[in-house]
């Protein structure tokens, strides 16, 4: 039953209770009446039946008095129970409401809660899991690398390490090597390197705006597997030169960033119309990112 039902049965009963009341005060005026007429023009009966008569009309006139007076009392005090009961229903609905909302968040939070844990422990999964260059992705490695510009890499890593550096880097070495690419003995200073400052992996070369192709090509060949080499400008190494290195396990991942995976991996003799410059300081083919952080 809708409100505007309820409404109109509480407008009928307020009616017909009124009706009713008006009729009892009705019979109360009339049993009056004849008590004054017996009173004042019944001199034929006698004085004990006069009496009786009398009495009998007090109480009938008392007992529809008291249901006038003691029924209206009953009646508006059932009005004002039901207008509290029907506050409180609606107090009770809109308390109700409110404890869906905060269970429908609760089972948000929850939800919300898991998916942030299930991503912590992929995160630490990942932290913990040793760095390698899987079959699969060697597969992947040397077919993105097949039209890419070939050259010389340094590969290389703290000889004191004891986490799995040694291991990572060999794995890329292996990978680069079939992918066609020569190892190179690393510039002064690089190697037998005890420690690096920062953990992960890198791509030294001397300039990130000019990049070797070599170097842009490895970058984003890496990037579509899931391995970020973050680029590392040293003024020690030549400009053609490309040195990876390969440091401790890093205490967190590191993102690939989006433009990168999205990056075309430049050819190793792109066309020398237009749309394909030859690369330079200006040309976004032959620039490398690095994120804001310390290096080694």
């Known amino acids: 039953m809708d409100d505007s039902a309820l409404a109109l049965l509480r407008e009928t009963f307020r009616t017909a209770n009124s009706y009713a009341e008006w009729a009892t005060l009705a019979v109360v005026i009339g049993l009056i009446v004849e008590f ?12 004990t039946e006069r009496w009786l008569l009398i009495f009998a009309n007090i109480l009938v006139a008392g007992g529809v008095g008291g249901e006038y007076v003691f029924g209206g009392r009953a009646t508006t005090a059932a009005i004002q129970l039901q207008q509290a009961s029907d506050e409180k229903v ?31 422990r ?40 004891s986490t799995d550096a040694k291991t990572f880097a060999d794995s890329i070495s292996q990978t680069l090597e079939r992918a066609g690419y020569t190892l190179a003995k690393p510039p002064p200073g690089y190697g037998g390197m005890i420690a690096f400052t920062a953990p992960g992996a890198f791509l030294a070369i001397h300039s990130l705006k000019a990049a070797p192709p070599v170097a842009v090509a490895l970058q984003r060949a890496f990037a579509k597997i899931g391995i970020y080499l973050e680029g590392l400008p040293k003024d020690d190494i030549p400009e053609d030169g490309v040195v990876l290195v390969v440091s401790s ?14 990056a075309p991996i430049p050819d190793a003799a792109p066309s020398a119309d237009a749309a394909s410059p030859a690369p330079n300081a200006t040309n976004p083919a032959a620039a490398i990112t690095a994120p804001a952080a310390a290096k080694p």
Request: net charge negative; glycine share 2%.
């Open 36 to 47: 004054a007429v017996l009173l004042i023009f019944a001199k034929e009966i006698s004085r």
């Open 90 to 120: 609606a107090m009770l609905g809109k308390d109700t409401a409110e404890a869906k909302k905060d269970a429908a968040d609760a089972i948000e939070r929850a939800a919300q809660l898991q998916k942030d844990s299930d991503k912590a």
């Open 122 to 161: 992929l995160e630490l999964a990942q932290i913990e899991a040793t760095r390698t260059i899987t079959p699969a992705q060697q597969v992947t490695l040397v077919q993105l690398l097949s039209n890419a510009a070939k050259g010389s890499i340094s590969v290389v890593y703290p000889f004191a390490d």
């Open 249 to 262: 396990h890093p205490y967190s991942v590191t993102p690939v960033p989006p433009p990168l995976v999205d």
